[in-house]
């Protein structure tokens, strides 16, 4: 059995991150695709492909994160933790350049005041970015944290 | 003394990694620089300030792996080895949301046939965008074997 690392896959802050996490990309997803016509730009169907991979992903494993709290700890295995590492790598990468691919294509159509984006909608798409931004930092510190303990596994 | 990760630190895998890092941000720099104005738009100087941060990097830890594969090994410290991993991520994320952003921002000025960009413009932006993706995607590999060897110091 390896020591704690507060974070790691089936511990309360890891529980406590995927809960944020799925709230911050659900906000992205509600922002993006309510009464938007968001898929003419290619940046925000990237956003909402994205946001809606990270969605499941982080509902199972925060659903693996509540069963380890609450009921009993299952023995982390080294192949399941690698799975879960190098997915949690792949979607964090994935939503990070979505985020900043939405987040840049959001200011250049306020800056050139393209037509197809009044300012209601433009900031709509803004307050999405911001919301997947703030998805992908949290979702950055569990894969940190559980590809720091696969080592010692 | 660890065993050996082939792209850690002082070897001969990690030098060829740090020089085609260079060799790509040099060129994302150079497609971009020369002779466009990119300082009207967020996203390129953002590109153009994290390349302008990656080469000296880069450069830095490409001599130090060279001296250590030529000369001699010097030993790792772990706390050396921390600072390393922390700025390679730091860069290799920054790297990344440039890349994103500035692929995404040529894509839309293609599309949306902004005036300010002419077709042999935009196209150098694109080119700069992909040598900028490139160089990050080149900068993940030694920055999650040195993380992977730094809990065994």
Redesign the interface.
């Known amino acids: 059995m390896v020591d704690e690392v507060p974070g790691s896959l089936g511990t309360s802050a890891s529980l406590a991150l995927r809960l944020g996490q799925i709230m911050f990309s659900s906000a992205s997803l509600f922002f993006m695709c309510l009464d938007v016509d968001f898929y003419a730009?290619?940046?925000f169907c990237f956003l909402v492909t994205v946001m809606g991979l990270v969605i499941p992903w982080s509902m199972t494993l925060g659903l693996v994160d509540a069963y380890s709290v609450f009921i009993k700890r299952p023995s982390r295995q080294p192949g399941v933790m690698t799975v879960i590492v190098v997915g949690d790598w792949v979607l964090s990468?994935l939503s990070?350049?979505?985020a900043?691919?939405?987040?840049?294509?959001a200011?250049?159509?306020i800056?050139?005041s393209?037509p197809a984006c009044p300012v209601k909608i433009c900031s709509r798409y803004s307050l999405s970015a911001a919301m997947a931004f703030l998805s992908c930092s949290i979702s950055f510190a569990p894969s940190l944290l559980n590809?720091?303990i696969l080592?010692?596994l």
């Open positions: 730009y290619t940046a990468f990070l350049g979505a900043c691919s939405s987040a840049s294509v200011q250049i159509m800056a050139e393209i590809l720091w080592p010692k």
